[in-house]
């Protein structure tokens, strides 16, 4: 009867540990926000693989992700530090990436982006540098940045980087640019 007790005990400790496992899988950096397609996609702090120790973060996709679906691990923080400044946000990344990733910069104004400008990575890729250069309006109140993991695959990123650089340092990979200023819709004679 003891022994049967034992086992019982036992068999509920290892289920627990277990449970416990499953639900703490996403180990979010501090400050990080996760926002994704659920249990598709794994965040974690990897102490395995870096380019500089200790660690660096990654995205993975579970085998049920699709091309359509995503991940994305970003921080949103106050812009007052740089207004009227041109930033650069670098990084470095590698993966085994089966549709695509980006490293991405928005510049915002009551949540509503303003411009942005992203970094594509695709394919498989050892460690590189990746690069994106925004200027940040006067009437900008908010920067996001991070990383995105669309469809199947894995991402690691690490020795993130965000400067303040001069005005001889071009704006780099802008996708929201500033429209031109015009008289008449383009599409009328």
């Not at 395995?48 to 679906?69: H, N, V």
């Not at 510049?107 to 411009?115: A, M, P």
Request: charged fraction near 25%; aromatic fraction near 12%; charge should be neutral.
């Amino acid at each position: 009867m003891c022994k049967r007790t034992l086992y019982f005990v036992s068999f509920l400790l290892i289920l627990l540990v277990n449970c416990i496992e499953l639900q703490a899988k996403d180990e979010i950096p501090e400050g990080w926000h996760k926002d994704s397609n659920g249990a598709e996609y794994e965040v974690s702090i990897d102490k395995t693989i870096f380019r500089s120790a200790p660690k660096s973060y990654s995205i993975k996709s579970s085998e049920s992700a699709t091309p359509e679906s995503g991940c994305e691990l970003f921080q949103t923080f106050d812009a007052d530090k740089f207004l009227g400044k041109r930033i650069r946000i670098s990084l470095f990344a590698k993966g085994d990436i089966k549709n695509y990733s980006l490293l991405y910069l928005c510049v915002g104004s009551k949540g509503r982006v303003i411009r942005g400008v992203n970094g594509l990575i695709t394919s498989s890729v050892d460690w590189k540098n990746y690069t994106v250069v925004i200027d940040v309006a006067e009437n900008v109140t908010y920067l996001r940045y991070g990383v995105t993991l669309s469809g199947r695959g894995q991402i690691w990123f690490d020795d993130l980087n965000i400067e303040i650089v001069g005005k001889d340092v071009p704006e780099k990979n802008v996708y929201f640019p500033t429209p031109p200023k015009i008289d008449k819709p383009y599409n009328l004679p």
